[in-house]
């Protein structure tokens, strides 16, 4: 089954700077998710990007999606220390009740 | 609003021992329920969905086996615990239909010894 890919693994930014990941996916889809992951928690849904709209915000949240690369980034801008945590990506595919996740991307946060 | 509940938080068992993982959803109605399994420091895998009362769909061999007896409830279940079951394991639900976002509970963590 097809599956995101993050890159980076692992950020390390100071606290104001942004924050910006990008996934990969490998097939056509209808939509790709974004969610956040707090240490020893549950993952929490961030945004939703169609596969006809190339570019998205909620709050400092800014996605894109290119699918002609088939490829998307999420920009968190002017970070907080409450972001560490890990993104991870997910693509729904036409036809299916699944998402494929990622293997998430670490992002701390330092004050 | 919707809430979803799974317990326990933390659960230690023996190798061999029965399991059995519970989650329930309030606030909606026919939802689409999932199961995942989180390995330490990796993605999630997708072990159970359903998409209605009786309704299970498994995406990997394994010793583990899901079942649905009502709406918003969804239980995970094993005869037999193996040492490779350990792991991070959480329950989600999505408003019915395809490519819906999916809302996680907090997650059950699961060491065999």
């Known amino acids: 089954s097809q599956q995101g890919e993050e890159d980076p693994q692992a950020l390390s930014i100071q606290e104001g700077e942004n924050a910006t990941m990008n996934c990969s996916y490998k097939?056509?889809?209808?939509?790709l998710q974004w969610y956040r992951q707090n240490s020893g928690r549950g993952l929490v849904h961030l945004i939703l990007?169609?596969?006809?709209?190339r570019e998205k915000h909620s709050g400092r949240l800014r996605v894109t999606l290119d699918t002609s690369k088939k490829s998307s980034s999420l920009l968190i801008t002017a970070s907080r220390a409450a972001d560490t945590a890990s993104y991870f990506c997910?693509?729904?595919?036409?036809?299916?009740?699944?998402?494929?996740f990622g293997k998430g991307n670490q992002v701390v946060v330092i004050p | 609003s919707q809430t979803i509940h799974q317990w326990p938080a933390t659960l230690v068992q023996p190798v061999g021992s029965p399991l059995s993982l519970e989650c329930t959803v309030e606030?909606?109605?026919?939802?689409?329920l999932y199961w995942y399994r989180q390995a330490a420091g990796r993605g999630l895998q997708l072990l159970f969905y359903?998409?209605?009362?009786?309704?299970i769909s498994s995406e990997v061999p394994q010793n583990l086996s899901a079942s649905r007896p009502q709406d918003r409830q969804f239980i995970l279940s094993s005869k037999k615990l193996l040492l490779s079951d350990s792991g991070f394991y959480l329950c989600?639900?999505?408003?019915?239909?395809?490519?819906?976002?999916?809302?996680f509970g907090d997650g059950t963590r699961l060491s065999i010894l």
């Open positions: 989600a639900w999505s408003p019915p239909g395809q490519g819906q976002p999916q809302h």
């Open positions: 097939t056509s889809i209808n939509n």
């Open positions: 990007i169609r596969s006809n709209e």
């Open positions: 997910a693509t729904a595919l036409y036809g299916n009740n699944r998402l494929a």
């Open positions: 606030g909606t109605s026919n939802p689409n």
């Open positions: 359903s998409v209605g009362i009786g309704q």
